[in-house]
């Protein structure tokens, strides 16, 4: 999700929308599958597919830019309730499932993410909703056309992401269900494995039916929840630790004056693949060794104005331990940032949260304990 595979395309609230690469892929092929099923899809709408004007590729592709904007609208309708109720999202990623909300933290109760999971589905009703009504008024054949396909796909996507399965919505509100009676690591074994139960019922359908969709759809739900089950139990053990208790106070800075090449030495010198790019303390960017080495085949003196990455998601020293771990397997930093206001005050590495569940466990051990009422 995000990162070196996606390009940031626009921001809402600040928050980056990226495309990813295999969106690039998955448009033209269901651009063209819409355009394969007019004639079907046509008389399913009770109209002839000699009324349409546009020629049916055409009308695919914009079928199909419509529908990934209808999945913009899902996610963020998971964003903005999870704002409300204190999840930190860093980004909304456009790819070859749909869309991904990426979430570095999760609403602290669970009615909460009920909530957050449950507005996706709840938009994408509304749009169904919308398109149906719509239909009342006189469109030329193409419009109406384009909203029968679009009511009837977002009605679809609800009641899809409702099964309750990871990476699916239904998945999420089953483990926040659960969560009101259970740890949240208990509640998320039992979500997945029942998404995986279901999941085998998918493969099984598909292998018998040779239905290729329904077979990746198993595929997908399996992948899904033993990826949540894996995230949910790493993030446990950082309960209780914040960012702030893990952050090293002297981060790797460079003025966003900077010539590249004088980076590049900085960072054979130093041993460091990461720098954050400052205007006086405020950060603008980052530059990783990957971006250096980039900027440098273009151009040998350009500045790391040019060539640094913007988009850099920070966090807040009172954040939880396990936002800061997520960010660091997603985004291709070796450490991220730690802004105060608009400053930059220190940054968090995989060093440095080894070293604060180090320091945790010692204290907990009774002859720590011990030395330090000695003390």
């Known amino acids: 999700m995000g990162g070196r595979h996606s390009l940031t395309v626009f921001r809402v609230r600040g928050i980056p929308v990226r495309l990813h690469y295999t969106f690039a892929l998955v448009l ?8 394969r099923t007019v004639p079907a899809l046509a008389r399913l709408a009770q109209m002839s597919p000699a009324e349409l004007v546009l020629p049916p590729l055409a009308l695919g592709a914009m079928l199909a830019l419509r529908l990934f904007a209808c999945v913009l609208i899902h996610e963020f309708a998971h964003v903005f309730v999870g704002l409300r109720g204190g999840a930190r999202v860093s980004g909304v990623t456009l790819m070859l499932v749909g869309g991904v909300s990426e979430v570095t933290e999760f609403p602290r109760r669970p009615i909460g993410e009920v909530a957050m999971a449950l507005a996706g589905p709840l938009a994408s009703v509304a749009l169904a909703v919308a398109c149906f009504l719509l239909l009342g008024a006189v469109w030329p054949p193409d419009v109406r056309f384009g909203l029968h396909y679009l009511g009837y796909v977002n009605l679809g996507l609800a009641v899809f992401n409702l099964i309750p399965a990871f990476p699916m919505d239904g998945g999420r509100i089953l483990r926040a269900v659960l969560n009101l009676f259970t740890s949240r690591v208990r509640a998320t074994t039992i979500a997945a494995w029942a998404g995986q139960v279901i999941a085998i019922a998918f493969l099984l359908a598909g292998a018998y039916i040779l239905n290729w969709v329904l077979l990746f759809i198993g595929v997908l739900v399996i992948v899904g929840a033993r990826s949540e089950l894996k995230m949910v139990r790493s993030t446990a053990q950082f309960e209780g630790i914040t960012v702030g208790q893990a952050m090293q106070r002297f981060p790797p800075v460079v003025d966003v004056e900077e010539r590249m090449p004088m980076l590049l030495e900085r960072m054979r010198r130093e041993l460091r693949t990461t720098y954050f790019v400052v205007r006086g303390t405020e950060l603008v960017g980052a530059v ?9 085949d273009i151009e040998d003196f350009s500045t790391l104005d040019s060539a640094m990455r913007r988009d850099v998601p920070t966090l807040a020293p009172e954040a939880p331990l396990s936002s800061a771990a997520l960010l660091l397997r997603t985004t291709g930093l070796t450490c991220v940032p730690v802004v105060q206001g608009r400053s930059l ?3 968090v590495s995989r060093a440095s949260i080894a070293a604060a569940l180090q320091l945790r466990d010692a204290a907990r051990e009774p002859g720590a304990l011990r030395e330090r009422e000695a003390t």
């Not at 033209?28 to 355009?35: G, N, R, S, T």
């Not at 990783?288 to 440098?296: D, F, G, M």
């Open 345 to 347: 005050v220190g940054s």
């Open 28 to 35: 033209p092929y269901l651009a063209w599958a819409i355009a």
């Open 288 to 296: 990783t060794l990957e971006e250096a080495r980039r900027s440098q």
